[in-house]
């Protein structure tokens, strides 16, 4: 499988820059029936555990919402994952000039409102990348650059992402 071949290129090529996750990547590292996906996003999030990832507060409350939304995870469950994860990353909340960031971004760079708070947040934290599926594959946006970990080695994409 192309992400087994030199383990996960994206992390590879980081060389100590700090880094995110959006939610999804969280998402599908729980999500066994995601297939692929739940293979590249758990080993992510295994790595980068030893390495200089920060999670957003943000990130983990979504995770939250979406793993307790209708059932699909107890909400004992969702809780101890999140307390995990707590205890494992760093976490970076939102401030007042978070929100400000942000307003910008939508206004000035065509982000969703909560897609700009995740970019403002991590740029505040010190990230260089993100790592989603959300955002377009390379964008970089004033120093923060966008990886979709999930496209295939021919650069195709299963989700088209904004």
């Known amino acids: 499988m192309p992400w087994e071949e030199n383990r996960f290129p994206v992390m590879n090529s980081m060389s100590?820059?700090?880094y995110t996750f959006?939610?999804?990547?969280?998402?599908y590292a729980l999500?066994?029936?995601?297939?692929?996906?739940?293979?590249?996003?758990?080993?992510?999030?295994?790595?980068?555990?030893?390495?200089n990832c920060v999670l957003?507060?943000?990130?983990?409350?979504?995770?939250?919402?979406?793993?307790?939304?209708?059932?699909?995870m107890p909400i004992a469950e969702a809780s101890d994952q999140v307390r995990d994860w707590l205890a494992?990353?760093?976490?970076q909340p939102a401030g007042i000039s978070t929100i400000t960031k942000a307003l910008r971004a939508v206004q000035?760079?065509?982000?969703?409102?909560?897609?700009?708070?995740?970019?403002?947040?991590?740029?505040?934290?010190?990230?260089?990348?993100?790592?989603?599926?959300?955002?377009?594959h390379g964008r970089l946006l004033e120093g923060v650059r966008f990886h979709n970990p999930f496209l295939d080695t021919s650069g195709s994409n299963e989700n088209k992402g904004r």
Request: charged share 25%; glycine share 6%; hydrophobic share 50%.
């Open 31 to 51: 999500d066994r029936e995601a297939g692929r996906k739940h293979a590249i996003a758990s080993a992510l999030l295994d790595q980068a555990v030893a390495e």
């Open 56 to 72: 957003m507060l943000q990130s983990l409350g979504e995770f939250f919402r979406a793993a307790t939304a209708k059932g699909k």
């Open 88 to 91: 494992l990353f760093q976490v």
């Open 22 to 27: 959006d939610t999804n990547i969280l998402i």
């Open 16 to 18: 100590g820059e700090r």
């Open 108 to 136: 000035n760079h065509n982000l969703s409102f909560w897609d700009a708070m995740l970019w403002a947040c991590a740029k505040e934290a010190g990230c260089a990348i993100v790592v989603s599926e959300d955002f377009q």
